[in-house]
């Protein structure tokens, strides 16, 4: 029977081979597809075109074979290149940096990561080996049985000159650099804390200019404390010096940002995040509320602080249908993007613990000894979108009707909340807010979300959302229904204006992209 | 540069020939499928035809009947798609001038039959057995009745030459020969690599396959022209044919002034909507990729066009115009047909292209007016249902670059623009209510459009089209616009 299979594949099919159609790009014989089967590449704020990293064959024992193929931002193929690689080497991030490719690959058997660089033809040009991974990178992906899934975000393009990655040295705790390596992969600098004594710290890089890469760290002095603290800190582009580092906090709260956002016309950088009274459990509590703070970004001092309360200021400006149970509710603000005129926009997400009636049942039939879910479970709810004005002010709260999503917390997790949960919950991809894109010239952004029934996958609709402004700056909403039936979707950043959609067809064995225009009036 | 020149002598062709002849008004043709019987006793002839080739041993007959099964599947799903003709003004012509041929060389009467494939592709086949499918998007592609006979005689003279039969048995014996058995079994058998060997085991195959096609091809070009010389056609129609063959990707190159298609009182043109954006250049290394010669299936153009020079005199040609005016109102059928076919697709941003390229050769032909207004409707249908992907695709470099222009304006559009342009154009260019089917389809659309929020409305528009023009395509359009909405049972 294989043999009859083989026999006509090899009479009537030319392995996996990809076609253009309109705006559609199609994989053919794709056997199985996670969400990472179809990656977008960026520059920045800037959508420049789509990966696909596809396993081909095994070459050796040790090695298998991938076929890369690269798209433009209107789904063109540009490249193929076939690349062998370790076998227990998965793509974990992928940058272009206008001179070289550059690929991730993460390789759970020797704990690495190799930064390989492609020239514009896709010729292996550098290559950066680097061990110094956190553990809790590993940890995500090994127990990760499919090759497209996990993407780590610690690696951004420089223009032209090489890349910035984050790094996690293991002494004392893991310290947290920030490295920068050039097109051959030879390391050009790497700064971390000076801080000698012990030390658990996070690294998040947000943005690379032509002068400065600035990146958010949060430190603790053990693992299981709850004494947290958060810096901005800006490293020189060519030397790596560290130009500041400022502690998120004021006399009476501590802040955790999300997002940092620069804004190169003012050389102001916002950052945003979460705020808690100081000696709060960030880990127990629900936050106070959101804060927005700008900084002049050549020397980091802070210009103006606004604390945006949940229950005071947020509570206020809700829409009348949705006050009920808004107190109840978590909120995790996922981007923040500043606009041309100065107004802000942050996209934020509802979520609240509830108890689940399949998590007690398992719970009670294991007789409490655990079985990997908790009882407690996450209801996703609507999406937010919070208007600021130029003095960060909070002038007006939009909600977005979504179905509500629900999450099984893993066990161990019932009595965490706040800041903590919500980072868990984005770690594992469970929220339905997909991304936030800021066009090139920051006169609109795109807040692109799911919604769909997940209990009753192939039952419901598929629907994506997308927040924007329309044309008389108003925020404003478009809802897609997916008319197709997918097996699985998930949707990409493109373009401005764009929504990729990603769908994979498991009868036909088809991975799909296509671009559409969204209608935001 | 060769486009422009087929541009310009269509054009020379064009008005010399019917430029004032064109029908005003065009009712597209309402293809009838081919009948189920037709299709059974066509399967059984196959089977017949099968039982003439001798073959060893029970597999090698099981395969060969396999490839003959999917052979008549193909025919029977493209005739399921409803894409597959027999019956119509164009598939009659085509069998008119293979019952030339037939009958100028002494040939078997009423064997061969030419079925047309509503598609866009520019492709004829030959599935042996005398069937014969030529694609509208070949027949729309063509200049002269010759270079359609070339094509025919090609076809035919893959029949004559059972080159399809021929082939079915050749890849069965290859493909159940011990050798070719024995390392597919050795690849089945490998560990690591598998891909790699299949891959070259199956070029050494697709390579023999396709040297064995490509005489092929050459066998039927120079039996072609013998039968096409013999029915009054000339070696230059079959040159023609075959440089319109490797030019058929080309589109039209003409001259599109946007604000004379595109500026009304209540839609004003933007300039700023042709601007065209820079991108960052990702680089790319698709060359290397280019299809080996040894894999095409057919002979390069060139290689044909030299033999056909060889073979035939063309020293004696002589243009035989008389010939091709009957030709020609079934040429603007064939381009009708194909506008017809991307509105049926959904292809609007080529339904757009082509309509307004016509419309400039044929400004009084109300058809490519209404066509031009019908494309703009389906553009903005498919924004609003986020199917734009669908029917306006992105320019790229390999595009004819007025084309490439068209899209990258209708990208810049949103779907305010779309609806507002829709209306202007309705209510500026085409002709008034009640003037023929297609018009009034457009103003009723245009009003059903307006009654977004009145679905009874709507229909009451449908229903007093249907009225006037009874079951025509063009009422089912309408239909299929805006169904009727579902009423809710009654508990």
């Not at chain 1, 979504?402 to 161990?412: D, E, I, M, Y």
Request: glycine share 6%; proline share 3%.
């Amino acid at each position: 029977m294989m043999m009859k299979k083989l026999l006509f594949a090899l009479v009537f099919m030319l392995g996996s081979i990809g076609i253009t159609q309109g705006q559609n790009y199609e994989f053919d014989n794709v056997e199985r597809s996670g969400t990472g089967g179809i990656r977008a590449l960026k520059d920045g704020n800037q959508v420049l075109g789509y990966i696909s990293v596809v396993k081909l064959d095994n070459v050796s024992r040790k090695e298998k074979l991938y076929g890369v193929t690269i798209l433009d931002e209107n789904l063109q193929k540009t490249h193929y290149q076939e690349m062998v690689v370790d076998k227990r080497a998965y793509l974990v991030n992928q940058a272009f940096n206008q001179n070289s490719f550059c690929f991730a690959f993460m390789n759970y058997k020797k704990k690495t990561i190799d930064y390989v660089i492609y020239d514009l033809k896709l010729n292996e040009i550098g290559r950066l080996v680097a061990e110094d991974i956190h553990p809790s990178d590993l940890q995500n992906g090994s127990g990760n049985s499919g090759d497209d899934k996990l993407t780590l975000s610690n690696l951004k393009p420089v223009a032209n000159k090489g890349y910035v990655r984050t790094g996690y040295v293991k002494a004392k705790g893991y310290k947290a650099s920030v490295q920068m390596f050039d097109n051959s992969g030879e390391l050009l600098w790497s700064q971390g804390t000076n801080y000698k004594g012990k030390m658990y710290e996070g690294a998040d890089i947000h943005h690379v200019g032509e002068k400065m890469v600035i990146s958010s760290v949060i430190s603790k002095k053990s693992a299981f404390s709850s004494e947290t603290k958060c810096f901005i800190v800006a490293h020189d582009i060519n030397s790596g010096d560290e130009i500041y580092r400022i502690e998120t906090i004021d006399s009476k709260h501590q802040m955790f940002p999300y997002d940092v956002s620069y804004n190169e016309k003012t050389n102001e950088f916002i950052v945003c995040g979460e705020y808690y009274k100081t000696g709060e459990n960030i880990y127990k509590v629900k936050s106070q509320g959101f804060f927005i703070q700008s900084y002049e970004g050549k020397e980091g001092k802070l210009i103006k602080s606004s604390l945006i309360n949940w229950n005071k200021d947020v509570a206020k400006k809700m829409p009348s249908k949705k006050k009920a149970g808004y107190k109840e509710m978590d909120v995790t603000i996922h981007k923040m993007v500043i606009t041309e005129n100065g107004k802000i926009y942050a996209i934020g997400e509802q979520f609240k613990k509830s108890i689940s009636a399949l998590g007690v049942a398992s719970t009670v039939l294991s007789r409490g000894s655990g079985g990997g879910a908790s009882s407690v479970q996450i209801e996703i709810h609507d999406l937010m979108a919070f208007e600021i004005d130029s003095m960060m002010e909070l002038t007006a709260v939009h909600v977005f009707d979504k179905n509500v999503s629900k999450v099984l917390l893993p066990q161990g997790y019932g009595m965490v909340r706040g800041y903590l949960l919500a980072n868990l919950l984005k770690m594992q991809g469970n929220f339905d807010h997909c991304y936030t894109a800021v066009s090139p010239d920051r006169q609109n952004f795109n807040a692109v979300y799911i919604d769909y029934d997940r209990e009753n996958l192939f039952k419901g609709k598929y629907n994506i959302g997308v927040v924007g402004l329309n044309e008389n700056n108003e925020v404003s909403s478009d809802l897609y229904e997916l008319t197709t039936k997918p097996y699985s979707f998930y949707v990409c950043e493109a373009k401005p204006g764009y929504v990729a959609i990603v769908e994979y067809f498991k009868e036909d064995k088809k991975l799909s992209v296509r671009l559409e225009k969204s209608n935001i009036e | 540069m060769r486009s422009l020149f087929s541009f310009c002598t269509l054009i020379l062709l064009w008005s010399c020939c019917f430029g004032q002849s064109a029908p005003k008004n065009y009712e597209p043709i309402r293809y009838t499928p081919i009948a189920l019987e037709t299709l059974e006793s066509l399967r059984l002839a196959f089977e017949e035809h099968l039982a003439t080739y001798s073959f060893e041993t029970k597999k090698e007959n099981k395969l060969a009947t396999e490839f003959v099964t999917k052979l008549h599947e193909s025919l029977s799903a493209q005739n399921e798609r409803g894409s597959l003709s027999g019956d119509d003004p164009l598939s009659a012509y085509l069998q008119k001038i293979v019952d030339q041929m037939v009958s100028a060389n002494s040939l078997k009467k009423d064997y061969f039959k030419v079925f047309l494939s509503v598609d866009d592709i520019p492709n004829a086949a030959n599935y042996g057995e005398g069937v014969i499918v030529f694609n509208l998007g070949l027949l729309s592609r063509l200049n002269t009745e010759g270079e359609i006979a070339f094509i025919l005689a090609h076809e035919m003279a893959h029949d004559i030459k059972d080159h399809v039969f021929n082939g079915i048995h050749k890849k069965v014996i290859a493909l159940e020969s011990k050798e070719y058995k024995k390392r597919v079994k050795e690849i089945e058998d490998l560990e690591y690599n598998q891909r790699a060997a299949a891959l070259a085991l199956q070029r050494t195959y697709l390579s023999e396959f396709n040297e064995h096609g490509r005489g092929n091809e050459l066998e039927a070009d120079s039996l072609g022209l013998v039968l096409m010389q013999k029915a009054g056609y000339f070696v230059e129609d079959a040159l023609t044919a075959i440089d319109l063959l490797d030019h058929s990707d080309d589109m039209p190159v003409f001259q599109l002034d946007y604000p004379s298609y595109f500026n009304f009182r209540n839609f004003a043109f933007n300039e700023k909507w042709l601007e065209k954006k820079s991108t960052i250049n990702l680089g790319g290394n698709l060359e290397q990729y280019a299809t080996p010669d040894s894999l095409k299936t057919h002979p390069s153009c060139k290689a044909r066009d030299a033999s056909l020079r060889i073979i035939g005199n063309a020293a004696d040609y002589q243009f035989d115009s008389s010939k091709q005016v009957s030709y020609y109102a079934l040429r603007e059928t064939a381009f009708a047909e194909r506008i017809s076919y991307y509105r049926s697709t959904g292809q609007f941003s080529l339904m757009l292209y082509y309509s307004i390229w016509h419309s400039q050769i044929s400004p009084d032909n109300i058809f490519y007016t209404n066509s031009i207004g019908n494309a703009l409707y389906g553009i903005y249908t498919a924004q609003y249902a986020h199917k734009f992907s669908m029917a306006v695709p992105f320019p790229n470099q390999k595009m004819e670059p007025e084309y490439a222009q068209l899209l990258r304006f209708f990208h810049k559009l949103n779907l305010t623009n779309l609806e507002q342009l829709y209306h202007a154009y309705v209510s500026e260019r085409i002709s008034p209510a009640g003037s023929d089917a297609y018009s009034d389809l457009l103003h009723a659309l245009s009003d059903a459009i307006e009654m977004n929020q009145d679905p009874e409305g709507r229909q009451e528009i449908i229903a007093n089209y249907e009225a006037k023009y009874g079951d025509s395509p063009y009422t089912t359009y309408i239909k299929n616009q805006f169904p009727e909405p579902k009423t809710k049972r009654k508990k």
